[in-house]
T-cell receptor, first 116, second 113 residues
């Protein structure tokens, strides 16, 4: 069964450093998403991406964040200058198509980001 | 405000017992409802979803959920729990013209032999 994969599984970084989290969505999917879960809190939507541009973003997704599909298979989330409060589990997801409503999203295993 | 509430943070059941995990939502439009499960070290796996039609939906691993519009609920059930069902369960809601899933805080299920 096709799966969303994410690398690395755990990333430790110093405050102020840039990090790039990587995801390989399911191959025939067209929509891509990032969510995060701060320890003890809810899973929160960050951004969705379709046809090489942001489709929707939350208020969390400020100028420190960016997303990119650098090639035909990868989808990345960049945090330009990490803060302590960026420490969280980051989930990538993908869906087949946009059907006028929230589509069925398939999630990867997550990357745990620790900012020291 | 749009939200999902899972009132039970932690539930413990014996193997073979029945299970019901509660989910209530607050959503201003037609809700699209999902249940996901997360085992340790794993991603969020889709158990089932409700978009429209029959309000009782069947999912994987023997789970089912019932949409009750009048109660704004989408409770997850399983008639007989297996030890491998121990995990964290998340209810989520989406809607028209949005990509965003709104998640509940999750319910951790523990299963005793």
């Amino acid at each position: 069964e096709p799966e969303v994969t994410q690398t690395p599984s755990h990333q430790v970084t110093q405050m102020g450093q840039e990090v790039i989290l990587r995801c390989v969505p399911i191959s025939n999917h067209l929509y891509f998403y990032w969510y995060r879960q701060i320890l003890g809190q809810k899973v929160e939507f960050l951004v969705s991406f379709y046809n090489n541009e942001i489709s929707e973003k939350s208020e969390i997704f400020d100028d420190q964040f960016s997303v990119e599909r650098p090639d035909g298979s990868n989808f990345t989330l960049k945090i330009r200058s990490t803060k302590l409060e960026d420490s969280a589990m980051y989930f990538c997801a993908s869906s087949e198509a946009r059907s006028g409503h929230t589509d069925t999203q398939y999630f990867g295993p997550g990357t745990r980001l620790t900012v020291l | 405000a749009q939200s999902v509430t899972q009132p039970d943070i932690h539930i413990t059941v014996s193997e073979g017992a029945s299970l019901e995990l509660r989910c209530n939502y607050s959503y201003g439009a037609t809700p699209y409802l999902f249940w996901y499960v997360q085992s340790p070290g794993q991603g969020l796996q889709l158990l089932l979803k409700y978009f429209s039609g029959d309000t009782l939906v069947q999912g994987i691993k023997g789970f089912e959920a019932e949409f009750k519009r009048s109660q704004s609920s989408f409770n997850l059930r399983k008639p007989s729990v297996h030890w491998s069902d121990a995990a964290e369960y998340f209810c989520a809601v989406g809607g028209y013209n949005t990509d965003k899933l709104i998640f509940g805080t999750g319910t951790r299920l523990q299963v005793f032999p």
